[in-house]
């Protein structure tokens, strides 16, 4: 039988491993790494959130002590550190204001779980497609911040966010997670919470705001600086504008009411004013840790500020330097008010705080040109001379220093308060020579000028730079009649629960730093300049006042000093760079300063009730009468 050949075709073999569906080990890679990743993932925050019960239990709020200025009727004038403002919640505040802050910060809180996979995929696109940074934080990832967190950028803290964001969830209902947040939330201007903030910028409850007010505090969560309607009025009326727009755009307002607001916000949008008197409050603050040492709580400081001087003084160096500033070339002014008792009623240190906050009131040291004469001539008269006693108006000579005449003009022999009406520099050197330069040091001194003067001929022409703080010191003691001027603007500071922290001691010191006689003959002299002399264009109708010009080398300072009763002003104005200004005199643009702030400060010391008369004990002329006469009149120079 025959026997069938087996088939020459290929045998089957079996299928390798490595053939086997690629799909099938990647899917098997995939679970492996998703395996070790979510063990990494579940590892890092549990270690993360390991730290988080003690988190919890100490809550991390830490801010500065917040510090407000009042004036002496209560107003305010600025806040230091951080005010934190009676808590409100979300019913109590009007739905504009919650509708703001939820349209810019979180239109889904009321819908995501305290982290929002939406918005945070939305900020992510954002950044990488445009030049613009968006957050994908929630409002309760904020507060879990603010809460508990530092503001470091680490992977640690922003998980850390994330894990109490949830908690905070299913701890605290949506409306109290949001009124945790606006009353904890950090709004500018030292201001915590939408109620301070409210205060601060408006003067009103969060429980009043309208809603352009609200789109202005909302639009400030982005940047409180750079969006704060004091001290950037246009860009935070832009701000709004856009959280309005948000509004709208998340159905939460109608096209009518946004245009109506927007259109609001451009009539209200006003630059800023008022804010020379920081220079006051920063003056206030300045040294405030020597009478209460570290502050223990938030405080309140009543000052001696009247607001309506300090109102007009600002006015006054605004308007005298934007009228003739630029052509005088003349770009900066300050001005000290005070009364006898020491008390500063207003100070400017500059033409504009929000440009420069460098108080030139205070901290400038400006050669007071021959508003320093009234110490030379003191201390003449302390020597025994009087105001009728005739004195030599001509070239000097005192080794290598010969001092001139404004104008070098020379009147010859004339009577002393002649001399001093017309500023003549010669007279003043020749006083100071023989009253000696030591002498006269010392009479500025006890008159309350403190800073470092030079010992030459050239003091009396007031060569060396004082504050003017300092030279409205040594006036006022003389307007106080030759008695002890301390300055101070602190009446008494207290804690925002009302209990007394300091109180100012009554000070009235009876110790005399010049001659009865000798401050009345100096003042008497002194109304002469303002009567027939360089100071003329202070003369205010219906007042006797008392003061001197001054003009350093030159035209590099301008001064008018004076008082009239127990006020006493001084102004300066010049350059911060010491140049030489177009031919400014103490008599011209510091004179206009004075006499408009003075009229102001004259009528509402008569209405308070506080103004007293003039010091005075005018001396007996000699016989002489007709010289004086004759000689004052004749046209005065404005030195």
């Not at 500065?64 to 403002?85: F, M, N, P, W």
């Not at 001539?377 to 001139?404: H, N």
Request: with cysteine; hydrophobic share 40%.
């Amino acid at each position: 039988m025959a026997t069938r050949k087996p088939s020459k075709g290929k045998s089957r073999k079996k299928p390798h491993k490595s053939e086997r569906p690629l799909i099938i080990s990647l899917a098997r890679l995939c679970l492996v790494a998703g395996i070790w990743m979510s063990l990494v993932v579940g590892l890092i925050v549990a270690w993360y959130a390991a730290e988080l019960p003690g988190i919890i239990d100490d809550p991390h709020f830490e801010r500065k002590y917040a510090v407000t200025v009042q004036a002496l009727d209560g107003s305010t004038i600025a806040r230091y550190g951080e005010l934190k403002g009676v808590s409100i919640g979300v019913e109590d505040l009007p739905p504009h204001l919650i509708y703001a802050v939820l349209a810019i910060e979180d239109r889904r809180f009321y819908s995501h779980l305290g982290i929002d996979p939406v918005g945070i995929a939305r900020a992510l696109y954002n950044n990488l497609t445009s030049n613009t940074r968006q957050g994908g934080s929630t409002i309760t990832q904020q507060l879990a911040k603010n809460l508990f967190l530092t503001p470091e950028q680490k992977l640690k803290r922003k998980i850390q966010e994330a894990i109490l964001a949830l908690w905070l969830e299913t701890q605290l209902t949506k409306d109290e997670i949001l009124s945790a947040y606006l009353n904890r939330v950090y709004l500018g201007a030292g201001a915590y919470g939408i109620e301070a903030a409210s205060r601060v910028y408006f003067n009103k409850s969060a429980k009043e705001l309208t809603l352009q007010e609200s789109a202005i505090i909302a639009g400030l969560l982005k940047a409180p600086s750079r969006y704060s309607p004091q001290a950037n009025p246009q860009r935070s009326a832009e701000r709004a504008k856009v959280v309005i727009a948000s509004m709208k755009d998340a159905g939460f307002i109608t096209e009518e009411e946004a245009q109506n607001s927007t259109l609001r916000l451009d009539q209200e949008t006003r630059p800023v004013e008022g804010t020379g008197e920081r220079f006051y409050s920063d003056w206030i603050v300045s040294d405030l840790t020597t009478l209460t040492g570290e502050l223990p709580s938030d405080m309140v400081i009543e000052t001696t500020m009247i607001p309506e001087i300090q109102k007009v003084a600002e006015e006054a160096v605004k308007r005298v330097l934007d009228e003739s500033g630029e052509a005088k070339k003349a770009s900066q002014a300050a001005v000290v008010v005070m009364d006898t008792d020491g008390a500063v009623l207003a100070m400017v240190g500059g033409r504009d705080y929000r440009t420069s906050q460098f108080n030139r009131a205070t901290d400038a040291l400006r050669a007071p040109g021959s508003s320093f004469k009234p110490i030379v001539y003191l201390t003449a008269l302390e020597q025994g001379m009087r105001p009728s006693d005739m004195v030599v108006d001509e070239p000097v000579k005192y080794g290598r220093y010969r001092p001139t005449n404004f104008k070098n003009e020379y009147f010859g022999e004339v009577p002393m308060e002649f001399a001093l009406a017309r500023s003549l520099n010669t007279v003043a050197v020749q006083l100071a020579y023989n009253a000696g330069v030591g002498n006269v040091i010392d009479t500025a001194r006890r008159l309350g000028v403190k800073s470092e003067l030079q010992h030459d001929l050239s003091i009396a022409l007031g060569s060396s730079g004082v504050p003017i703080i300092e030279m409205a010191t040594a006036y006022a003691s003389i307007a106080r009649g030759g008695f002890i001027v301390v300055p101070y603007g602190i009446i008494r500071i207290k804690d925002t629960a009302g209990r007394l922290v300091y109180e100012r001691a009554p000070f009235a010191s009876e110790r005399r730093i010049a001659s009865e006689q000798s401050i009345a003959n100096l003042i008497y002299m002194m109304e002469g300049v303002v009567q027939t002399g360089t100071g003329q264009g202070a003369a205010i109708a219906g007042y006797r006042i008392a003061g001197k010009t001054g003009t350093s080398q030159d035209f590099r300072d301008a001064w008018f000093i004076g008082f009239s009763g127990n006020l006493i002003c001084a102004v300066w104005v010049g350059n911060d760079d010491n140049s030489s200004m177009k031919a400014v005199t103490g008599g011209s643009l510091p004179a206009a300063i004075w006499r408009e702030t003075m009229t102001t400060a004259l009528r509402v010391a008569a209405q308070r009730n506080t103004l007293k008369p003039m010091y005075s004990n005018r001396p007996a002329m000699n016989g002489i009468d007709g010289l004086i006469n004759r000689l004052l009149a004749e046209p005065a120079t404005n030195q």
